[in-house]
């Protein structure tokens, strides 16, 4: 049905109410009145909206009786569903030039509330105006709708009162319509709906059989009829089988060439009452009783053809005045099937949103946001029945290789594949979720066998087919249990994180659970936390020199400050008995910024005399990775002079580096952009690439002790190291040696070409006071005299 075609349902609607051109009632007046004095306006109207004009049933403050449709601001209002309100009309571009604006009554402010007939047409307004600017809230226009709701009630008692139906009764009419919106509103129940309004509308007319319909499109357009609700013809075996089905999933008609199907082609009512010899008779499921007489009544909302009504076998036969007078409960179906479609559309596109918040766009799998929230919940369950939660962090191993070998579409693939291997895998209770790139989580509930574990490792392996691909990844997957390991889902998944590098330490396609004996028990933890704000306060924490020779010059080249606790009971402690407890807490971030501040001012101290020592500092990987670093080190650096700032050496474990690369980066260009120089710390440890390697602003290198003390005595430890010293050459990185504890560990560096050297074999960290006199009295053939 087209705008034209409804707004002539709209305009004969009006016509049924009896109301254009007559007398004042008081019922209206009344109400006009209350809104006039309420809002303290000049005028108050309660008006029609007809074909060419606006029509005033009652007015407050106006002369005039009626303005041209053209220019009335009401023919806005009735196209809105809520209030329409002007605050300015001088202003407004669809109003500043109307008659009324610029000339008498100087309309300024107006707020129309629709009005609706019974069958649900809007047909007028109840309005407010004045000729000064007005603001009113949402709250402060409830009056209005109020009024405007009592304006309905009097138009539907008119309605009632002037019933001058042929065939329906305006009272049973009205109670059909309740009851089809009673049920819609308080069901999730369609169908019941449906056939509610179906058994009324076959009460009505006395039809002996009917459906109802909603019309949806198939891909390529063509529309076709989903019945709602049909009558019940089981009395026949092919009949019972036929409604049966339509109970269990529903009926379709897609035949557009018959009476039931012509409808949904022309948007007319189609009326048949000799359908034995009318040429677009058929249609009709197999084993249906006769059908005589017919009437289609198509179903609108606005100017869209939404659903269908079918009557049959009215003994009287159909006309068209039957189907003008069941308009009202068509146009009420027409809105319900309406309303249930926005519902569906919002529910859809909750489901979108909270699928894209929540879930990979890859793999459907639950993702980090929404993972979290799982992981809490099971862990809260696991506390309530005395269980254990496992947490299994799962890298693939040869993944790299497939994408840049095959392209991402294939990696892809992998991913989904592997995605689904572990769904299949867990139990229905267990958890699987991707954190991105090639990482998968599986939160496993009260197991109580590793080879569980194994069969993750053992699915994953399994030969994926793509193509023509025949692909084989595996799994390295680290294993840490709650509540034996007694953290937060956080922490739990990175300890569990940090089991899986040892799995890849070892090869690929294993599993290693978490070593909760190189932690600290969660006691020591709390003792530490309880205590390091007290150390902080009270000047506890002390920073160590540990002095870094320099090979080429064969002098002190600076030192690395390391921390120390003088603990009150505990006499000095080193970093391995509190930082790891404080790491991912607010203290890691102000002791990270008691050493950076601490070492500015030895820097300061050092050039007032004439001490070209540099001095390197180790920071904290949750401290460094934080969106307020760079503002501490950029504070810290205030009182540093600018040429100093190359004397300072911030280093960041090679690890670290990998967590966040994009925060890496910036955060490392900040440095440089801030002047200071970063060291990678316990180089050889991690697994950067090549091409990171390259672009890590980085101008030291350290390689990592484990590899340097034993490298005399260990062949790869050997290679390993003439690897890092080449490396470092090719990308003209200076070269740090920690570690060196023997005159023939450091013979060997020398030849490498490592540039600097430090360890236990010079001295070990010392007191500021300390550290400088050793430094002062060095001398290159002094240690082998010791």
């Not at 226009?141 to 329906?168: F, Q």
């Not at 160590?544 to 030192?559: A, E, H, L």
């Not at 023939?744 to 960290?765: A, R």
């Amino acid at each position: 049905m087209t705008d034209t075609e409804t707004e002539k349902r709209r305009l004969a609607a009006l016509t049924r109410l009896g109301l254009l051109d007559t007398p004042p009632e008081e019922r209206f007046e009344r109400l006009t009145r209350i809104a006039r004095q309420h809002y303290q306006v000049k005028t108050a109207l309660f008006t029609l909206l007809d074909h060419d004009r606006q029509w005033f049933k009652s007015r407050q403050g106006l002369d005039i009786s009626e303005t041209p449709r053209s220019v009335a601001f009401c023919d806005h209002a009735i196209r809105q569903d809520q209030i329409f309100v002007v605050e300015d009309a001088a202003v407004d571009p669809r109003f500043r030039n109307n008659p009324f604006v610029r000339d008498a009554p100087y309309i300024r402010f107006y707020a129309g509330m629709p009005v609706r007939e019974p069958s649900g047409f809007r047909v007028g307004t109840l309005c407010i105006i004045d000729d000064n600017p007005r603001q009113f809230s949402e709250k402060d226009l409830d009056v209005l709708r109020t009024l405007a709701t009592m304006v309905e009630e009097e138009l539907e008692r008119s309605y009632s009162d002037s019933d001058k139906s042929e065939y329906v009764p305006v009272s049973h009419l009205n109670r059909a319509i309740h009851h089809a919106q009673s049920i819609f509103l308080t069901s999730d129940n369609e169908r019941s709906a449906f056939e509610q309004l179906l058994s009324d509308l076959l009460a009505l007319t006395d039809s002996k059989f009917g459906l109802i319909g909603e019309i949806l499109h198939k891909d390529n357009g063509a529309p076709f009829l989903k019945v709602g609700a049909i009558t019940n013809i089981a009395w026949s075996p092919e009949t019972q089988a036929l409604y049966q089905d339509v109970e269990r999933r529903g009926m379709e008609f897609d035949r557009l060439d018959n009476v039931l199907g012509l409808p949904l082609v022309t948007g007319e009512t189609v009326i048949s009452n000799n359908l034995d010899v009318d040429s677009r008779r058929g249609g009709l499921p197999p084993g249906h009783p006769p059908i005589n007489t017919y009437i289609g009544i198509p179903v609108y909302s606005g100017g869209v053809q939404l659903g269908l009504i079918g009557l049959a076998n009215r003994a009287e036969g159909y006309n068209q005045k039957l189907a003008d007078e069941l308009a009202p409960l068509s146009q009420a179906l027409g809105n319900l099937i309406e309303r249930k479609r926005l519902y569906e559309e919002k529910r859809t596109h909750e489901k979108n949103i909270e699928l894209a918040a929540n879930y990979d766009a890859l793999t459907g799998l639950p993702n980090r946001q929404r993972l979290t929230e799982l992981f809490e919940q099971e862990l809260y369950e696991a506390n309530k029945r005395d269980g254990v939660v496992s947490v299994c962090f799962i890298d693939l191993d040869g993944f790299k290789a497939i994408n840049d070998e095959h392209g991402h579409a294939v990696g892809d693939a992998v991913l989904r594949s592997v995605a689904t291997k572990l769904q299949a895998t867990v139990r229905s209770h267990d958890i699987v979720a991707r954190l991105g790139g090639d990482e998968f989580v599986a939160i496993l509930r009260d197991v109580d066998d590793e080879r569980v574990y194994a069969r993750l490792l053992e699915a994953i392996r399994q030969p994926i087919n793509f193509r023509h691909y025949v692909l084989q990844v595996s799994g390295s997957m680290g294993v840490t249990v709650y509540p034996e390991d007694d953290a937060d889902s956080d922490l739990l998944l990175r300890h569990a994180d940090q089991a899986m590098y040892a799995a890849k330490e070892t090869g690929s396609n294993c599993f290693k659970l978490f070593d909760l004996q190189s932690h600290s028990s969660r006691k020591e933890r709390l003792r530490v936390l309880e205590q390091i704000d007290s150390a902080l306060s009270n000047r506890q924490m002390e920073l160590y020199y540990q002095p870094k020779i320099c090979f080429r010059t064969r002098s002190v080249n600076g030192f690395e400050a390391l921390i120390r606790w003088n603990h009150p009971k505990d006499g000095v402690l080193g970093p391995g008995h509190f930082l790891a407890h404080i790491e991912y807490t607010e203290y890691a971030r102000t002791l990270g910024n008691f050493v950076i501040r601490e070492a500015v001012r030895r820097l300061v101290e050092f050039a007032r005399q004439d001490l070209p020592y540099t001095l390197s500092i180790n920071l904290s990987p949750c401290h460094f990775l934080s969106p307020q670093f760079r503002d501490d080190l950029s504070s810290a650096l205030e009182e540093c002079p600018e040429e100093l700032r190359a004397h300072l050496i911030l280093e960041i474990l090679e690890t670290t580096a990998m967590d966040d690369s994009e925060t890496v980066l910036q955060n490392l260009k900040a440095c440089r952009e801030l002047g200071v120089d970063v060291a990678l710390d316990d180089f050889g440890t991690g697994y950067s690439s090549l091409d990171y390697f390259r672009r890590l602003p980085a101008q030291e290198i350290k390689i990592d002790r484990s590899f340097v003390m034993d490298m005399l005595e260990d062949a790869d430890d050997s290679m390993i190291v003439s690897a890092i010293v080449s490396l470092s050459k090719s990308f003209k990185r200076r070269l740090v040696a920690e570690g060196i504890e023997n005159a023939s560990v450091e013979q060997k560096l020398i030849e490498l070409g490592c540039d600097l050297g430090q360890g236990f074999f010079y001295s070990k960290p010392l007191p500021l006071r300390e550290a400088l006199n050793w430094a002062k009295d060095f001398q290159w053939q002094s240690r082998f005299n010791d």
